[in-house]
């Protein structure tokens, strides 16, 4: 369909040449389609329960389970149909911009790199390299001045937390030295 | 009840708890007005914060942040012109026009004095009305909980938002996160790990969704260009202001305060109505309207704290959260043990009218603290955006860490974070999802103890008469959107959205 074709009585659509369905819903379909199948087999490895559980503990998995199948298929066919999910907007969001993929992954990784080291380095290091990290990969250069940000942000929040509301987070490599 | 109340001052105004309401509003403010941040990510932030602060220092505490947050959000809209919390989109409308104009002290004052007027009506009603629901619903048993959640949750799930489907589909999604645990005696969907037999944390899906998926998906869409801020002074109001503020503020009470009270009624309804309302009574004003009305900031930015104070009535005398700030706050109270509703105002009265009477010493702060500080708010909206997000990450991990200290928390963080950021680009909504965590398992417990007491009798189910009546709304809900549809002559009723787009062309041009 070209657009000298589209009627005039929905002008908001002519705007732009039609894109299409929104090909990322079937994933999430897919998605949601698998997290109910796989909620409903769980329940159905589930025992009966004890003898006065009138509610099954299964009951509610295949419930929400069976829900989630039927839903993603309504998604699925609903896209077929042209339906277009509205991103959200917000103060710093600029819609009409594609998604910025490279900034994305580098979170992931700072975020990876977080779960990895965290048990092992503790928070005062590991949160240091993460403030660090995420200001860099969102934009500032600055890459020393953001380590000392974060290094004091982190050493900060750990004796805040330690000492200020008493919980005891671990201290990790620096155990001994903060 | 006066004496109560009173006492409940005393508490209050304790240095202790006095220090807690003025961090709680200033955190608020300042959280309200940074971009990306709201009430609800705040009050997940602070929530290991307050692990060892006794309840009723948290509580206070979390009902400042919902207030300055409430007041914090029209200073960004006012100022900035995009809006970052639905309830504000209204406002940004004249409060915009008004800033551009060079009255954006009046703006900010109306809005400021308006929040302080309806903050402390809705208080009182909520004073008034509490006590009374919470003696109204004592005597039901579990099939009128169970009817009445079910109706939270499908409230929350059909009235906001622009899809239902969305809707359900996120909802469903919460009541699958709320099934993970062995609180039926039997391991579901735990994977067999150890770690989550005792389900997943209400502290780590709430911070990751709220502010690792924020996180992300503003990453993912940074403005490159920055915003054009309107410079402010303090704000101040003539007279001519105040004749043209105060009954549009009481008004926009009338509408905040009973559509915050109803289940998922929220703050957009009211705000709406609130202005349209004044457009049509502003007689010779009218004209302003498009330019920057002083009523059109007045009205809808009291209904917009009206409402904050009505969902007050819901949490706490039943235990229903209908925003997404009231569902984070009752997870506060269950991790302390308190279990919102009838039984909160019998078990724990001290701790109730403490929080009632300091809703009043923050609404005070707010126009004390805010008045004054209006510039250094303003200058708040010029902060670095990497170091902004990044903090957010920061404080996300730090929260979700502290909860057990183990990076597995952290890896589940990083896991509902992209379902967050998910959310954000599908277009499903955050708050039936966080409901539905919340109350997915607290529709089990009563389903099960009201067919307990049955012995399996489903009949059971509809045999008090509140719940009949709460199933008739449930299918009064669900059916008249295809009633009206079906009807010759409708195209369907008309979504809250499309009207206020229709709203904001029809005024802008």
């Known amino acids: 369909m070209t657009t000298e074709h589209v009627t005039h009585d929905r002008p908001d659509i002519d705007k732009h040449v039609d894109p299409g369905p929104d090909r990322a819903q079937y994933g999430l379909a897919a998605l949601l389609a698998l997290i109910g199948v796989w909620t409903v087999v769980d329940s159905a490895g589930l025992g009966p329960g004890f003898a006065d559980q009138v509610v099954r503990p299964g009951a509610f998995g295949y419930v929400i389970g069976s829900a989630l199948v039927v839903l993603a298929v309504l998604l699925a066919v609903a896209t077929a149909r042209g339906s277009r999910a509205e991103g959200e907007g917000g103060e710093d969001v600029d819609l009409d911009v594609s998604t910025d993929w490279r900034t994305l992954a580098g979170l992931a990784g700072v975020l990876v790199a977080t779960i990895a080291l965290i048990d092992w380095l503790g928070w005062a290091v590991v949160g240091a390299l993460l403030f660090a990290g995420a200001a860099t990969v969102l934009g500032n250069r600055h890459w020393v001045r953001n380590l000392v940000l974060g290094a004091v942000l982190s050493v900060t929040s750990w004796y805040g937390f330690y000492v200020g509301l008493g919980i005891p987070i671990p201290a990790g490599v620096l155990d001994g030295i903060l | ?509």
């Open chain 2, 1 to 509: 009840m006066i004496h109560a109340l009173l006492t409940g001052f005393g508490s209050a105004l304790a240095p202790e708890n006095l220090l807690f309401a003025v961090v709680g509003v200033l955190l608020g403010t300042a959280v309200g007005v940074l971009p990306g941040i709201g009430p609800a990510m705040t009050v997940a932030l602070l929530l290991p914060v307050t692990y060892n602060v006794s309840p009723s220092a948290a509580l206070i505490m979390f009902a400042g942040i919902y207030y300055g947050g409430m007041y914090g959000g029209s200073t960004t809209s006012i100022l900035l012109n995009t809006p970052g919390e639905s309830s504000s989109v209204i406002t940004a409308l004249e409060g915009n026009k008004m800033a551009k104009g060079g009255r954006a002290a009046q703006a900010l004052a109306t809005a400021a004095i308006g929040s302080f007027v309806a903050g402390t009506i809705g208080t009182v009603l909520l004073i008034a009305l509490a006590p009374t629901v919470a003696e109204w619903v004592v005597v039901l048993g579990a099939p009128s909980y169970f009817a009445l959640m079910l109706l939270a949750l499908l409230a929350v799930t059909t009235v906001l938002g622009s899809s239902k489907l969305r809707g359900f589909i996120s909802l469903a999604l919460g009541l699958t996160i709320g099934l993970v645990g062995t609180t039926t005696g039997q391991a579901r969907l735990t994977f067999d790990n150890p770690l989550l037999a005792d389900g997943i944390d209400i502290v780590v899906v709430a911070v990751a969704i709220f502010a690792v998926g924020e996180a992300l998906w503003v990453a993912a869409h940074l403005r490159r260009r920055p915003l054009e801020i309107i410079p402010v002074g303090r704000p101040w109001m003539d007279r001519t202001d105040w004749g043209r503020s105060w009954k549009p503020w009481l008004r926009g009470t009338a509408y905040g305060f009973p559509f915050g009270a109803l289940p998922a009624g929220g703050a957009e309804m009211p705000t709406f109505l609130s202005y349209i309302t004044e457009r049509r009574l502003a007689g010779r004003h009218r004209a302003e309207f498009g330019k920057g009305a002083i009523e059109g900031v007045a009205g809808p930015e009291a209904a917009n704290n009206a409402s904050a104070a009505g969902t007050l009535v819901p949490l706490l005398a039943i235990g229903l959260p209908t925003t997404a700030t009231a569902a984070v706050i009752l997870a506060a109270m269950q991790s302390y043990g308190l279990q919102p509703g009838p039984q909160l105002f019998e078990a724990e009265p001290e701790l109730v009218w403490t929080l009632l009477a300091s809703l009043f010493v923050a609404n005070t702060l707010l126009l004390v603290i805010n008045l004054p500080l209006a510039p250094v708010w303003a200058r708040l909206l010029r902060i670095p955006r990497p170091y902004l997000y990044a903090g957010i990450l920061f404080f996300a991990v730090l929260g979700a860490y502290s909860v057990n200290f183990q990076w597995f928390d952290v890896a589940l963080l990083s896991l509902f974070g992209a379902l967050g950021f998910a959310m954000r680009r599908f277009g499903l909504p955050v708050l039936p999802l966080i409901v539905g965590v919340i109350l997915g398992p607290r529709l089990e417990e009563q389903l099960a103890q009201a067919l307990q007491l049955s012995q399996g009798d489903v009949s059971a189910l509809w045999s008090e008469p509140v719940a009949v009546i709460v199933y008739v709304v449930i299918a009064a809900l669900l059916l008249a959107p295809i009633v009206l549809r079906l009807m010759p002559g409708r195209q369907g009723p008309e979504r809250l959205e499309d009207q206020v787009d229709a709203l904001e062309e029809e005024v802008r041009s």
